[in-house]
């Protein structure tokens, strides 16, 4: 496995978006940006639960 730097990253998003539009790349923004809301919300919430022993 081969490192790639970030800058090789971003130029083939770009290039990719350029292809098939900027469809595909917004919607992986999309699901990834609700993940990591919702394991925020689940992290954050988690700490206030009530343990009745």
Request: one cysteine or more; proline letters at 2%.
């Amino acid at each position: 496995m081969e490192h790639n730097p970030a800058s090789a990253w971003l130029t083939g998003a770009a290039s990719a978006a350029e292809q098939q539009g900027s469809g595909y790349l917004l919607r992986v923004v999309l699901v990834v940006m609700v993940l990591g809301c919702v394991l925020t919300a689940w992290f954050l919430l988690r700490g206030y639960k009530q343990k009745d022993d």
